[in-house]
């Protein structure tokens, strides 16, 4: 009976050792998953709650909440280290602004670090630059920290080459160099500098169209500048004009000789084309008048073919003797005779 029991014994101190050796095998291959889900569930805790930015927030001196602000910017799709570091530049700067209305700018498709840059800009040159019309300028596709720049130091935009001419008729070709400042104010819904550039030329030609002659221009071209810069042409634009200055002034062609010769060649092309209308009417009524007397010709021919018809009717009635005949033949040749006689003889050919 024991010498039954005691492969049983044996067999199962055996199964225990075998045990006893898989254990900690197992627990070793429990331990890693644990320790890589708690490394994946570190990465994506630290992703949605990015403690290093909350520390150096409240160090630099910004107010924000872990979950509701950090947390709910990962939800939103809103980079939390950009608005938190533009929050932290703005604060170091002296400006104080709302986290939300960073983010609603950063949602509409704004450059957020752009207006924060200008706004501290416009804060040191103390241009009353409020953030919403910061963020007004840089939604309506201006650049508003360059804006800001330009409203600080003016921009000097040089007009392309302008063609005009006096009233004596000389072309003068003048170049404008045009100072403008930024208008803050007028820069949403304002004209460009495209429309600056057309205005200054605009007003270059009607001065020099307006003056006596070429030479009073070369004498004083800054009378152009002054009488450009007094119309207002800034009027409407994102610009404020400073300054007009004519950096050159060339003299061209005779534009009004030419204009005058060509005129001449067009009168004389006109009095031409009158002319040989006039000579066509000519040559017209010559022609009718040769053919008018061709047709009284025959008439004449056919008349004096009746003579002999009328002459023949007198014979038969009685009316005309042979003495009146042979009397009227002699008529008839006296005028012959006398007709010879008084045309000379034509040269023979």
């Known amino acids: ?76 799709k809103v980079p939390p280290n950009l608005i938190v570091r533009s929050m932290i530049t703005a604060t170091k700067a002296g400006i104080v602004l709302d986290i939300s209305k960073l983010e609603a700018h950063y949602l509409a498709g704004g450059n957020v670090e752009k207006v924060v840059m200008a706004l501290i800009s416009a804060d040191k040159a103390q241009l009353g630059l409020t953030f919403e019309r910061a963020t007004a300028i840089d939604l309506a596709g201006r650049d508003v920290l360059d804006a800001v720049k330009m409203s600080v130091l003016p921009k000097v935009i040089e007009t392309p080459l302008v063609a005009a001419m006096s009233k004596d008729g000389i072309q003068l070709k003048a170049v404008a160099r045009v100072t403008v400042r930024t208008n803050i104010e007028r820069l949403v819904g304002g004209a460009g500098e495209a429309t600056v550039l057309a205005r200054v030329g605009e007003g270059i030609v009607s001065t020099i169209g307006a003056s006596e002659s070429h030479k009073l221009v070369l004498e004083n071209p800054d009378s152009i500048s002054k009488v450009v810069l007094h119309k207002g042409l800034d009027a409407g634009t994102a610009f404020e004009i400073l300054s007009i200055d004519i950096a050159d002034v060339d003299v061209g062609s005779n534009i009004g000789a030419k204009l005058m010769a060509d005129q001449a060649q067009a009168d004389l092309q006109i009095a031409r084309a009158r002319a040989e209308e006039r000579r066509a009417a000519a040559v017209a009524l010559d022609q009718e008048m040769i053919a008018e007397v061709s047709r009284q010709r025959a008439r004449l021919i056919e008349a004096e073919a009746e003579i002999p018809r009328a002459i023949a009717e007198a014979f038969r009635s009685g009316n005309l003797g042979i003495m009146d005949y042979y009397h009227l033949k002699n008529i008839q040749a006296d005028t012959s005779m006398r007709e010879s006689i008084a045309k000379p003889e034509e040269p023979k050919k």
């Open 1 to 76: 009976m024991f010498e039954s029991v005691k492969p049983i014994s044996n067999s199962f101190m055996h199964s225990s050792l075998i045990a006893q050796n898989q254990m900690p095998e197992f627990v070793t291959g429990l331990s890693a998953v644990i320790l890589i889900l708690l490394v994946i569930f570190m990465m994506v805790f630290f992703y949605f709650v990015p403690i290093g930015l909350y520390i150096t927030a409240y160090f630099s001196g910004v107010k924000v909440r872990i979950f509701r602000d950090l947390m709910g910017m990962r939800f939103r």
